[in-house]
């Protein structure tokens, strides 16, 4: 069950064919979406990284978290996708590193999630690379 604070987006509207229902969640619809699918899946240290006022970033916001197995940054990985999908109807622009599971990307454009095996978070560090963005912390399973 995703955590009560977390809001899904309303229906708006249907497409053309009057069959499917039509979601418009913002970049902040898709980050909370993203934690929620984490929190539920017990990703540890899960933070966002707010970077629309750095200079020359390439999104508005990262959101990283790790897993202690490959097993569960999979399974991260499926559910964040799943539940980004199924509440904001977004499918992601582009993924990589499911086939290794130490560290998987998903591009949202204005969202990237970065799902890490620990020790290669530990390694890579991505989080100082960006020391001039916001940084959230969201309670995760530590």
Same mark, same amino acid.
């Given at each position: 069950?995703?955590?009560?604070?977390?809001?899904?987006?309303? @229906?708006?509207?249907?497409?053309?064919?009057?069959?499917?229902?039509?979601?418009?969640?913002?970049?902040?619809?898709?980050?909370?979406?993203?934690?929620?699918?984490?929190?539920?899946?017990?990703?540890?240290?899960?933070?966002?990284?707010?970077?629309?006022?750095?200079?020359?970033?390439?999104?508005?916001? @990262?959101?990283?978290?790790?897993?202690?197995?490959?097993?569960?940054?999979?399974?991260?990985?499926? =559910?964040?996708?799943?539940?980004?999908?199924?509440?904001?109807?977004?499918?992601? =622009?582009?993924?990589?590193?499911?086939?290794?599971?130490?560290?998987?990307?998903?591009? =949202?454009?204005?969202?990237?999630?970065?799902?890490?095996?620990?020790?290669?978070?530990? @390694?890579?560090?991505?989080?100082?690379?960006?020391?001039?963005?916001? @940084?959230?912390?969201?309670?995760?399973?530590?």
């Amino acid at each position: 069950m995703l955590s009560a604070n977390i809001k899904i987006p309303t @229906f708006v509207g249907t497409n053309s064919n009057m069959k499917k229902k039509v979601v418009i969640c913002n970049s902040e619809d898709i980050l909370l979406q993203a934690v929620a699918a984490m929190q539920e899946k017990k990703a540890k240290e899960i933070v966002s990284l707010d970077l629309t006022e750095v200079q020359d970033a390439v999104t508005d916001h @990262f959101l990283i978290c790790h897993a202690t197995s490959k097993a569960q940054v999979n399974a991260v990985y499926d =559910y964040v996708v799943e539940i980004v999908t199924k509440n904001c109807g977004e499918h992601p =622009y582009h993924r990589e590193g499911y086939e290794n599971s130490e560290w998987i990307l998903i591009d =949202y454009v204005d969202v990237v999630v970065h799902i890490f095996l620990e020790e290669t978070r530990n @390694f890579y560090n991505i989080e100082s690379l960006w020391a001039d963005a916001k @940084f959230k912390h969201y309670v995760s399973d530590e």
